[in-house]
């Protein structure tokens, strides 16, 4: 009882230190954000993303040991793996290179060129595979200081793999570790059918699914919000820049929107 006493006594202080630093920046990320590496099409993206604000907010410091999620085509790991690299480390799990799936063999492939095509920056990247049931070690168990992901959770959900991605999560990283959560925001309420058809995620099961990980939330922040997003259009999340699946139609609108209203939630693995 004494031991356990201790423990949630060692976790509040963490808690409290957290929040006391939460707003404060981290790291410098103007070289990595302004770097040559970054297309104009990327920068543009940075007024929808915003991840200056939002890698702070997480907490990620220059010699963190980071686990990116699913990093697709690299958008964040252009950020991330410059600014890491000489202290710090970033794992990208991405698909398997072996994946059944042949979309997910093409990303992979895709993805490791890029970080092949520019060594000076990008090749202390580790890359491993997150593709549940056969693949959910991301890394050492408790190594990591912050597992990341942006705008993946419908995905998990459509695939039937939430708990076991949050789960996996919880098992990399370090007791007093951060989870960091970026993702389409849907109308409290919302099914988990609708969900799943239109890119969009509640809070409240993101908050489930971390709780029923192990993590407890430690703050949230508007850092992604878009008040112009009403969450609600005919082919969901996609409809918005930069997918724009109704081609053009109403493109001057979508594009007067921007890119969706988002969440953005910071867990910690508490001490046990």
């Known amino acids: 009882m004494i031991v356990r006493r201790i423990n949630y006594a060692v976790t509040a202080l963490l808690l409290f230190s957290q929040l006391v630093w939460a707003d404060t920046p981290s790291l410098d990320w103007s070289a990595a954000l302004s770097g040559e590496h970054r297309s104009e099409a990327a920068r543009q993206r940075d007024q929808y993303r915003h991840p200056r604000q939002t890698l702070s907010f997480f907490g990620v410091k220059p ?4 686990v990116e999620l699913w990093p697709g085509g690299g958008w964040y790991t252009e950020v ?4 890491l690299r000489d202290c710090g480390k970033l794992v990208a799990a991405h698909f398997a290179a072996d ?14 060129a890029m970080l092949a095509g520019d060594p000076a920056r990008y ?4 890359v491993t595979a997150l593709e549940p049931p056969e693949h959910v070690q991301l890394i050492d168990a408790e190594t990591a200081d912050s597992v990341l992901t942006f705008r993946n959770v419908h995905n998990w959900l459509k695939a039937g793999t939430a708990s076991a991605v949050f789960s996996a999560a919880y098992q990399a990283l370090k007791p007093g570790g ?4 970026v993702e389409h925001r849907a109308h409290p309420g919302t099914s988990l059918e609708r969900m799943v ?21 430690l703050s949230s922040s508007e850092i992604n919000a878009n008040p112009k997003d009403s969450r609600d259009h005919p082919k969901g999340v996609w409809t918005l820049p930069p997918s724009l699946r ?11 929107i921007g890119e969706s209203d988002r969440m953005t939630l910071k867990f910690i693995k508490p001490i046990m």
Do not use: H, K, M, W
């Open 63 to 66: 010699c963190d040991t980071v």
């Open 80 to 83: 991330l793996a410059p600014a």
């Open 99 to 112: 994946s059944p799936v042949a979309f997910y063999r093409r990303s992979r492939g895709q993805y490791d």
């Open 123 to 126: 090749d202390r990247v580790r």
């Open 178 to 181: 951060i989870f960091g959560v």
């Open 197 to 217: 058809s239109s890119g969009y995620v509640t809070e409240e099961l993101v908050i489930e699914l971390a709780r029923n990980a192990g993590f407890l939330l």
């Open 246 to 256: 109704l081609g053009d139609r109403q493109r001057e609108y979508y594009q007067g």
